[in-house]
């Protein structure tokens, strides 16, 4: 493939899995805006929804160290990419099936939504690096993600307006035919990834072939990216938490929520498109760069009742979202060989995911003992992911 038609195909691919992730997010970002109430009025206790979340986040993510190191095995990558995509978009038009007490039913579509994420996301990644790898790595995950987090925006914004003009006097009711509208979109991401495996059958050819394939192996830079990742998710609150302390302190009504989250997405997709490009320039200083920007997100939201305070860290909130989420990404695939890529995602997102998990249960638990406790944690953490940025890329330097 010459130089010229690689490039332009690369563009193209990336552009059409960015727009099958816009579909897919307004998808399941949609139903997320609503999940916590509408598990609550089908007769889940505040207790059982917050342990079906973490189970829920927790199999998203621990299942994505299999499904990255299987794909990887049998370079069966879209066979995991299309079969994710399959689970995750029909799990949510799903609970508009789920009668009245139904509350066991849609906890299991939910944990099944997470599941089939797990399936598809480190081969999808794995795909997606291929073809980034002709525009810039930072580049190519950054525009995807700007994709991504349009969907996550639109979501929302969607089942908004659905709530006010279909909306009845029933707030169940209300809400299970938002989960049918979300059908809509959860049936286009179907079609665009099943077109993008006709139109890209082998995107591969985008990435120059190794001429020898490398094992993985836990360098000293990835075990200290790693540490770096985790101390991140680690300290990062939860959205879930946001919105409870918004709504606790009266800083914003209940309706406004869900246009909070959209918020946020607006935000974490433009930042994820200044941070990959400013990755492809500086590299691995870009995320000491965005962590810095972030790091006092939780003192804005969670040591004040004020809006526009709150307001001011929920962007800040969001700059750390988008730009770890496109930029780790590209640091990966710098850092793991290229026939390994796939196991590698997975290492990175289980790492993550379980550190986000935990740091969740922690911040939660903190909250209700005090702010304070909560943002000391917070702040602390994500100085020491600064920390072993620094440390990740002093390392690199040298080889290491």
Same mark, same amino acid.
């Given at each position: 493939m010459d130089k010229k038609r690689a490039l332009s195909g690369a563009i193209i691919f990336i552009t059409l899995m960015g727009i099958v992730s816009l579909f897919s997010d307004m998808t399941h970002e949609g139903a997320r805006s609503i999940l916590g109430e509408y598990l609550n009025l089908a007769g889940a206790s505040a207790a059982t929804i917050g342990f079906v979340s973490g189970i829920g986040e927790l199999c998203g993510y621990s299942l994505r160290l299999i499904s990255g190191f299987i794909a990887d095995k049998t370079k069966k990558y879209w066979t995991f990419v299309i079969t994710g995509y399959v689970i995750q978009a029909l799990a949510i038009p799903a609970l508009a099936l789920v009668p009245e007490h139904g509350w066991i039913w849609a906890c299991g579509l939910v944990i099944l939504e997470r599941i089939g994420k797990a399936i598809k996301k480190p081969a999808k990644n794995t795909l997606v690096s291929f073809a980034a790898s002709e525009i810039g790595t930072g580049k190519g995950f950054a525009y995807q993600e700007f994709l991504d987090?349009?969907? /996550?925006?639109?979501?929302? @914004?969607?089942?908004? @307006?659905? /709530?006010?003009?279909?909306?009845?006097?029933?707030?169940?009711?209300?809400?299970?035919?938002?989960?049918?509208?979300?059908?809509?979109?959860?049936?286009?991401?179907? /079609?665009?990834?099943?077109?993008?495996?006709?139109?890209?059958?082998?995107? #591969?050819?985008? #990435?120059?072939?190794?001429?020898?394939?490398?094992?993985? #192996?836990?360098?000293?830079?990835?075990?200290?990216? &790693? *540490?770096?990742?985790?101390?991140?998710?680690?300290? %990062?609150?939860? %959205?879930?938490?946001?919105?409870?302390?918004? +709504?606790?302190?009266? +800083?914003?009504?209940?309706? =406004?929520?869900?246009?909070?989250?959209?918020? +946020? =997405?607006?935000?974490? +997709?433009?930042? *994820?498109?200044?941070?990959?490009?400013?990755?492809?320039?500086?590299?691995?200083?870009?995320?000491?760069?965005?962590?810095?920007?972030?790091?006092?997100?939780?003192?804005?939201?969670? &040591?004040?009742?004020?809006?526009?305070?709150?307001?001011?860290?929920?962007?800040?909130?969001?700059?750390?979202?988008?730009?770890?989420?496109?930029?780790?990404?590209?640091? @990966?695939?710098?850092? @793991?060989?290229?026939?390994?890529?796939?196991?590698?995602?997975?290492?990175?997102?289980?790492?993550?995911?379980i550190a986000w998990f935990l740091g969740s249960w922690l911040l939660g638990a903190l909250y209700d003992l005090n702010p304070v406790y909560l943002v000391t944690v917070s702040v602390v953490s994500q100085f020491l992911a600064i920390v072993f940025y620094a440390l990740c890329l002093r390392c690199n330097k040298i080889e290491c």
């Open positions: 987090q349009l969907g /996550a925006f639109l979501g929302p @914004v969607l089942l908004f @307006v659905t /709530a006010l003009v279909k909306g009845t006097d029933d707030l169940f009711t209300t809400y299970r035919i938002s989960f049918a509208i979300l059908l809509v979109p959860a049936m286009i991401t179907i /079609a665009l990834v099943l077109t993008a495996k006709i139109r890209y059958p082998d995107p #591969e050819i985008f #990435e120059k072939q190794e001429d020898k394939p490398a094992s993985f #192996e836990f360098r000293k830079s990835f075990v200290l990216f &790693m *540490a770096a990742i985790c101390f991140f998710a680690f300290g %990062f609150a939860d %959205f879930t938490l946001i919105t409870l302390h918004s +709504a606790n302190t009266g +800083a914003f009504n209940e309706s =406004m929520l869900s246009l909070l989250y959209a918020g +946020a =997405m607006a935000v974490d +997709a433009f930042a *994820a498109l200044f941070f990959g490009w400013l990755y492809d320039k500086v590299g691995l200083k870009a995320l000491i760069i965005s962590t810095l920007c972030s790091t006092f997100f939780s003192y804005f939201v969670f &040591m004040t009742g004020n809006a526009w305070l709150i307001g001011a860290g929920i962007i800040l909130w969001g700059i750390g979202m988008g730009a770890q989420e496109s930029i780790m990404k590209a640091a @990966v695939s710098g850092i @793991v060989p290229r026939s390994m890529r796939s196991t590698g995602f997975g290492i990175f997102e289980t790492g993550f995911g």
